[in-house]
């Protein structure tokens, strides 16, 4: 029988203290969440205050309002807080635009007026509320009369529910309660003026919505028996519908806004010097409050002892003190030691790219990664990463991204390096130049960087076509 025993092991283990691990999530944060944070801290800890003197700039009570005082030269120009550039690998979201009716009460307000029963218009909203952000029906149908029977207590069949959604599906902007995409487009083909395109646009996504969405065209056109032109036509039709309907309202959006940042860096070039500084704009100067050092200065020697219940409660009162003098102390600090870690990354980066930030030209951006930097400034990858990440400069020909001075090297056959961003560049110049009719696979678009000098493998290619947002060569085909 085994015999059980104890016995002690030594490990060396590697492990973060909480304040390192605040320190980390310090470094990532950008300047308009800094803000955030620091505000955050002053009301949490009582120890630390903002800067009298920046305050009493900010809360001009008595004195008078002076309209100069909005007007200082130090201001950022608006148009200098826009970025103007962005990564391949960034997804362009867009933001609703608001005033007038939603999509969901323009609907609404059509079954208002439809003069259906008291149930039907209750099944009716249901159908509403149950559309996704694009105009949708992601849901089948019996779920929608499980939601009714279990709120109002009424068991619907599902036959009301599909005649009512039916109605729903003549509604404004057509489309509107479609379960998939070709049940949408069919919606809208229903309410254009019956031609020999729509007609055969309807059978396309009728019959052949497979072969449509794989863009296998000639097999299409030999089952339909008709000519390239007239097929081109129909596509022409399928083309100009709106995949998504609810994008013609608030929920969708259909114009790209213009994102407004604030940057981390800012970069002056004077005289052909460049100037590099931290925004500080509308930071909050924080300070430790002297009267709590001697409040505990005071508990310490005692003085106050006689205004204590008891020596317990004297050395609660220490201790909460001290605890809270350490964090704050320690906050500072950690926003010091952030400072001037950005600080010696983006130099280390304009040492690193000064010809492109004298000139602002793309073309005299060297090729560049983490470790690069990481090995100048004598920081760890992961460091220059969260450095890096979310983080942006204004220059005098702009505001970018820190993310964008960044690209792999590759190799020209004379031997050059050269950046990534310039393949991409020639790849996206090459696929905007193909024939449409006969896109280029990638294995040809190797072959043409290959014979301009460019040692590039086809998964490369494909690689960075993605990175790029274009699709294969099947799918770029066109008639």
């Known amino acids: 029988m085994a015999t059980l025993s104890t016995s002690q092991i030594q490990k060396l ?25 620091i505000k955050q801290e002053i009301e949490e800890n009582p120890v630390l205050e903002e800067n009298p003197e920046t305050a009493d700039e900010k809360e001009t009570g008595d004195s008078k309002v002076n309209l100069d005082d909005y007007k200082s030269s130090d201001d950022i120009p608006s148009y200098k807080l826009y970025a103007n550039n962005y990564s391949q690998d960034d997804k362009r979201g867009t933001i609703p635009l608001s005033g007038g009716l939603s999509y969901t009460e323009h609907l609404e307000e059509q079954l208002s007026f439809q003069g259906l029963s008291e149930e039907d218009e209750m099944i009716g909203k249901y159908l509403i509320g149950s559309l996704d952000g694009d105009g949708y029906l992601r849901r089948d149908v019996q779920s929608v009369a499980d939601d009714i029977a279990f709120a109002t207590g009424k068991e619907i069949d599902v036959k009301e529910i599909e005649r009512v959604l039916s109605i729903i599906q003549t509604f404004e902007p057509y489309g509107t309660g479609g379960r998939d995409l070709r049940e949408v487009l069919l919606l809208q083909l229903a309410h254009h003026r019956r ?42 039709v399928i083309v100009g519908l709106q995949p998504k309907p609810a994008n013609l309202y608030n929920e969708g ?11 981390d860096f800012i970069l002056d070039n004077s005289n052909g010097q460049l100037e590099l500084s931290l925004n500080k704009h509308n930071m909050p100067d924080i300070k430790i409050n002297n009267s709590y050092v001697k409040m ?151 072959e043409v960087l290959n014979e301009k000098g460019y040692k590039i493998a086809r998964r490369t290619v494909a690689k960075y076509r993605e990175m790029l947002g274009i699709p294969v060569a099947r799918m770029r085909k066109e008639y």
């Open 13 to 37: 283990l590697q492990k973060l203290s909480p304040q390192q691990i605040q320190m980390i999530k310090l470094l990532e944060l950008p300047m308009i969440q800094l803000e955030q944070r």
């Open 195 to 236: 031609t020999q395109s729509v007609s055969d646009a309807i059978v396309i996504l009728r019959d052949h919505f497979d072969s449509f969405v794989k863009k296998h065209y000639d097999k299409i056109i030999s089952r339909m028996d008709i000519s390239e032109e007239r097929f081109k036509a129909a596509v022409d």
């Open 253 to 263: 959006g259909q114009n790209e806004p213009t994102i407004q940042i604030v940057p």
């Open 296 to 446: 505990l200065e005071q508990i310490a020697k005692g003085s106050n002892a006689s205004k204590k219940d008891s020596a317990g409660e004297e050395g609660d009162a220490q201790q909460f003190l001290r605890q809270k003098l350490n964090s704050a102390r320690w906050f500072i600090s950690a926003i010091k030691q952030r400072n001037a870690t950005l600080l010696l990354t983006m130099h280390t980066i304009l040492e690193y790219q000064k010809k492109y930030f004298e000139s602002g030209d793309e073309v005299d951006l060297k090729p560049m990664i983490l470790k690069d930097i990481a090995d100048r400034t004598g920081l760890d990858v992961s460091t220059i990463s969260r450095v890096v990440n979310s983080k942006y400069i204004q220059t005098p020909f702009g505001v970018y991204s820190l993310k964008y001075f960044f690209s792999e090297a590759m190799q020209t056959s004379s031997g050059e390096e050269v950046s990534s961003r310039e393949i991409k560049t020639i790849l996206s110049e090459c696929i905007a130049s193909e024939n449409k009719r006969k896109p280029m696979t990638d294995e040809a678009l190797m």
